[in-house]
């Protein structure tokens, strides 16, 4: 079955009826989203791509207001108008306002402008008792009432559906640029970017990527031309006038591998050095992109199945060990089975699991997506 | 199953029980005593049942199981300089003070992390980061007594999370004690962790999902240096128009504050901060980061502030002299002191271009109900201060009447598409205006949230949301059956 709601209410109601039917429902955005659970047979498919839209873009005031079905890139367009943009720069232009909040996607600006949690001011939300829950607001401050915009985020579409979100934008800046360089180890390369991340820089991006035995650290910088230069030339390497030169590969390719697994960690920032310097000499080790300046490391396996398996779990054990947190992002349907075992239930998961009973009493959003 | 302790008689068996549990040092009960925790720095207050004064986390715990079993409330507070009466027991029950638990446990400076206890002043925390080239971000104005547990149960804001954020864009890590005595860590020093995000939900719940006795917090490199800007302007209107022309200008100041001119002739009164006694608004602006074209944005908001009318400006050339300008605006609201024996401070949000016409109407408030309004606020992020000046000594009607006025100063501030607070909380002040801003459905998804933390109704009640017994306009029910 699928469901194509028109608008919030329309959507609010569909959620309804598919409740007290008792019908699991599987919602999509853009489809993009690396390793989407299948859609069983029996699941209806709620398609947002009909609640699209900008709703209000002010300028001065510095906010957008669009519906959740809107293609993140037609949203970045709209604003290029007015010169502004969305500091938001995930994988998948083809993603939908709606999937980046409730997949948590970033890329590599995070550092810089925060990430979807905080650019995120407002919401409203279709829930399965055919409500609309706002939250949150237009304004850049707000401290009314629980802030349910920081539940949705990461939420994957658990606890209802996303139709309408408010974002801060900022000006599109005046200059950007980039540089790469090589580096000798992982322990010279998160040296020179963690002594980018103690100045006032704010670079765009600080990536360092591991591939074939070599180390590279990119740098990215965005704004007045004098920081950008000092950035730059403080990252040292040779420099590329388009950053989307080095950093869209770097952020597509992982989620573009179609092969093997990719495991995404969170580990503290002075974790990177021994947790990057030990995947790369696991079997099957492909390659490793860490955004240096969150500990937000990707790492690309590759082997037979037994292969990929004992890596897999050697990568999440050394996030766990070294105090961060790590999963599959992109995985070969025959090793799923095998890696789901491997979940564990985050700290605070009865919280987790009382919110979805609350929100979801049926049970019918998204079934079996675990909470972690 | 335990007895629930009655009404009245409460303190006393409550006090043995609680003695019992934890110690005498741990227990305050006489009325002297307990007269210390009747009020914050808002305008209501209420007697607590008891005060406990933890020492760490297993005592929290003990404590909560211990209430959770006699069915009664527990009410966290940190400094007590809330301005919506967050800490003040409105139901009674034990007030629990964080004073003894006010450590930083560690400063990991190579993880850009500090693991504090709530108890800990705001300010201690930047002032031991400060060697290792790093600081906290939050900044409220009262850093120098505000606790940071306060500002995680608040999402406090300051004069400089402008440009990098409040406190909930500053925190990896909570350990709470929910009301039942479960202890739960949640995050650490990862930038994120796995689930629902907990912990953005639990920054800024004002003490009603539970207790947090530990933080874990972002530590951000000190800006290699800054530039402060002050501009006098002749009215309020045209000071606006330059925060409005500043931020359409793609510039990204720290920090922009406007105060009008009652406010700064009060500030100049106690603090000297050298601001000129006869502009209508005075704004202060600072940029900083990195020092190449720092003062390339310093010459466009001086172009831009003259541009719209300021007739002069000042820059500070030395520490000392910011130091000075900034003395003014931190120690506004206890210059107010100066103009009237009390004040009641609002702490509504409009969209930024919203400021004149929404600033006009605070001042035909304050025509209407024969009060003076002071106006101190951070108008980049179009957050205002009105302060409501009055005499609480002319009795009951007066504050009142203050409130009342408060309230049309909210409704003005939702008219404009805005928040009925930004920064300081619902608590007991606002959550008879909840509703005012979110409607019975959004109100119902927030308390989805509550039940699943605290289903027993315990944590820091009569908070947030409207209770009929405070409420009869706005209770939830009524507004269900609208
Ligand atoms: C002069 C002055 C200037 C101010 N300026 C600003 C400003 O610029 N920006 C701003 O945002 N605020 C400002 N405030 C308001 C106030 O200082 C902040 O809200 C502050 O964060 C409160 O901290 P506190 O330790 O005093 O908390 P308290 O007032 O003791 O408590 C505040 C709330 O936090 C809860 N709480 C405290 N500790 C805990 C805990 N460990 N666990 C769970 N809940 C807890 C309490 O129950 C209560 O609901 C100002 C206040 C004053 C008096």
């Known amino acids: ?372 | 199953m335990a007895t629930p302790f009655v009404a009245g008689t409460r303190g006393a068996v409550l006090h043995r029980g609680l003695v019992d549990l934890l110690g005498e040092e741990q227990v305050l009960w006489q009325k002297h005593d307990l007269q210390l925790y009747e009020y914050d720095g808002a305008v209501d207050t209420a007697t607590p049942d008891a005060v406990v004064i933890p020492r760490d986390t297993a005592d929290v715990a003990n404590l909560a199981r211990f209430c959770s079993e006699h069915n009664v409330p527990l009410v966290p507070r940190g400094a007590g300089t809330g301005l919506s009466g967050g800490a003040i027991p409105v139901e009674g029950g034990v007030v629990v003070s964080f004073a003894r638990m006010s450590r930083i446990l560690e400063l990991d400076a190579a993880n850009l992390r500090a693991v504090v206890q709530p108890g800990l002043v705001n300010l201690h925390l930047s002032t031991a980061a400060a060697p290792h080239g790093l600081y906290f971000v939050p900044d409220p104005s009262s850093q120098k007594a505000c606790t940071i547990g306060g500002n995680v149960a608040e999402n406090s804001g300051g004069p400089h999370t402008l440009a990098y954020g409040v406190t909930t864009n500053h925190v990896t890590g909570l350990e709470i004690v929910l009301t039942d005595g479960t202890i739960v860590r949640l995050g650490g020093k990862a930038h994120e962790s796995e689930g629902y995000d907990l912990i953005g939900l639990f920054v800024g719940s004002e003490g009603t999902l539970g207790l947090i006795t530990e933080i874990t917090v972002r530590l951000s490199p000190l800006p290699e240096d800054k530039r402060t800007v002050m501009a006098a302007f002749p009215t309020m209107d045209l000071a606006s128009e330059a925060v409005s022309a500043i931020i359409a200008s793609g510039l990204v100041p720290s920090a922009i504050e406007l105060m009008d001119q009652l406010a700064t002739v009060a500030v100049e009164a106690s603090v000297g901060a050298g601001y000129p006694l006869d502009a209508g608004a005075i704004l202060l602006a600072e940029v900083d980061g990195p020092r190449d074209g720092l003062d390339d944005h310093r010459a466009r908001i001086e172009e831009l502030c003259r541009a719209n009318g300021a007739t002069s400006i000042r820059v500070a050339e030395t520490a000392l002299e910011r130091d000075r300008l900034w003395a003014g605006r931190k120690g506004a609201f206890a210059a107010m002191g100066r103009l009237a024996p009390d004040y009641y401070v609002q702490d509504g949000v409009i969209p930024r271009t919203r400021l004149p016409d929404v600033l006009r109407r605070i001042a035909e408030v304050g025509e209407r109900y024969g009060v003076r309004i002071a106006n101190v606020f951070h108008a980049g992020d179009g957050n205002l201060h009105p302060l409501i000046l009055f005499d609480g000594s002319l009795g009951p009607d007066v504050l009142r009447q203050v409130k009342a006025a408060g309230v049309e100063i909210l409704r003005a501030c939702l008219d404009a598409g805005g928040s009925i607070t930004g920064e300081h909380g619902v608590g007991m002040e606002k959550n008879c205006e909840l509703p005012l801003q979110y409607g019975p459905d959004d109100l119902a998804a927030m308390l989805h949230v509550k039940r699943a933390f605290d289903p027993a109704g315990l944590a820091n009640p009569a908070k947030i949301f409207p209770t009929p017994s405070r409420c009869r306009e706005f209770s939830l029910h009524a507004a269900r059956s609208v």
């Open chain 1, 1 to 372: 079955m699928q469901l194509d709601p028109s608008d919030a209410r329309e959507c609010a109601a569909a959620l309804r009826s598919a409740a007290e039917a008792r019908q699991t429902v599987r919602v999509r955005g853009g489809g993009t989203k690396a390793d989407p659970d299948e859609a069983l047979p029996g699941d209806a498919v709620l398609r947002t791509r009909g609640l699209s839209g900008v709703v209000d873009h002010v300028p001065a005031d510095l906010t957008v207001t669009v519906r959740a079905g809107t293609l993140l890139r037609d949203v970045q367009a709209a604003l290029a108008e007015r010169g502004q943009f969305l500091p938001l720069d995930p994988p998948h232009g083809g993603a939908t306002i709606g999937g980046v909040i409730a997949a948590n996607s970033n890329g590599f600006g995070t550092l810089r402008y925060g990430a979807v949690r905080d650019l995120l001011i407002g919401t409203t939300t279709a829930l399965t008792d055919g409500t609309l829950a706002r939250a949150g607001g237009r304004v850049v401050k707000n401290v009314a009432g629980y802030d349910l915009n920081k539940l949705l985020v990461g939420s994957l579409g658990t606890l209802g559906v996303i139709v309408e979100a408010t974002f801060k934008v900022l000006p599109l800046p005046a200059t950007r640029g980039a540089s790469v360089s090589s580096a000798t180890d992982a322990t010279s390369a998160f040296a020179r970017a963690g002594a980018i991340v103690r100045t006032s820089l704010r670079p765009t991006a600080l990536v360092v990527d591991h591939e074939r035995g070599a180390w590279r650290l990119v740098v990215a910088a965005a704004g007045e031309q004098a920081v950008v230069d000092r950035t730059l030339r403080e990252a040292g390497g040779d420099h590329v006038a388009d950053p989307d030169r080095l950093l869209v590969p770097l952020r597509d390719l992982l989620a573009a591998a179609a092969e093997g697994a990719v495991v995404r960690a969170t580990i503290p920032l002075a974790a990177q050095p021994p947790f990057a310097g030990g995947v790369s000499r696991l079997d099957g080790f492909e390659r490793l992109v860490a955004d240096a300046g969150t500990g937000i490391v990707h790492v690309h396996l590759r082997g037979d199945d037994a292969t990929i398996a004992a890596s897999t779990v050697a990568a999440i054990a050394s996030a766990r060990v070294l105090g961060g947190s790590a999963r599959t992002e992109r995985v070969a349907p025959s090793l799923r089975r095998h890696l789901a075992a491997l979940r564990t239930e985050p700290p605070g998961h009865f919280l987790m699991r009382r919110l979805k009973d609350a929100f979801d009493p049926r049970g019918i959003l998204e079934p079996e997506r675990s909470l972690a």
